[in-house]
């Protein structure tokens, strides 16, 4: 199933103009997310300060983190730029290219899981543990916050691509999901969502490793 011939670009409904792409941007689902993120900044910067805060009274040294964690990192972006080409396949009415860049967003995202398990135990064989300091429970804390909030999107990226493989299956199908105004939304919110958790994990391992060097 490959690129769809639908209508032309002037007629078709799913193409935003701008007073409608407003229109989403305020949309209640629209603030609601912009508002769990701004709390998400908040709560992350008030736990990278308390890190900080806590080594330095206690004046430990800086921990060593195991280099999983930039490997983590591509692994993340990796997975935000597939999910980005998602978007470009939407727009471009691309059914085959839509649906695989949705399994490699969602078989990046698992790989990154089982990667930050594994960096978990790198830490524990360097006899770092959540009960080691204060301060290394804060490490322990905030990146299994950010585990958590990467399992709670997993749900739904499957709702997208399960619902792509169903209803995308002949033209007018096809039309109708590209054309329907809550898809739009939803991949937008998703995409949003995924870029914040990618741009907040760069954010974490830049301040961890930083911290390293600094102090």
């Not at 770092?128 to 299994?144: Q, R």
Request: charged share 15%; net charge neutral.
């Amino acid at each position: 199933m490959g690129t769809r011939n639908l209508p032309e670009e002037s007629d078709r409904p799913y193409e935003l103009g701008e007073a409608a792409s407003e229109n989403l941007s305020f949309h209640p689902r629209s603030v609601f997310m912009t508002l769990l993120l701004i709390s998400l900044v908040m709560l992350f910067l008030a736990l990278s300060a308390a890190f900080v805060y806590n080594r330095i009274q206690s004046e430990l040294p800086p921990l060593q983190l195991p280099l999983l964690f930039l490997v983590n990192t591509a692994i993340l972006l990796a997975g935000s730029y597939c999910l980005n080409r998602a978007k470009v396949m939407y727009k471009t009415d691309n059914t085959s290219g839509y649906i695989r860049m949705l399994e490699y967003t969602l078989a990046l995202t698992v790989l990154f899981l089982v990667a930050q398990i594994l960096a978990w135990y790198q830490l524990f064989e360097r006899e770092i543990f959540a009960s080691s300091d204060n301060s290394a429970g804060y490490l322990y804390v905030i990146s299994f916050l950010h585990f958590l909030h990467v399992i709670g999107g997993i749900p739904f990226l499957v709702v997208f691509l399960i619902n792509a493989r169903k209803k995308m299956v002949e033209p007018v199908s096809v039309l109708v999901y590209f054309s329907d105004p809550d898809k739009r939304l939803d991949l937008k919110l998703l995409s949003m969502y995924w870029h914040f958790l990618d741009g907040l994990w760069i954010y974490l391992v830049l301040f961890f490793f930083a911290y390293q060097v600094i102090f």
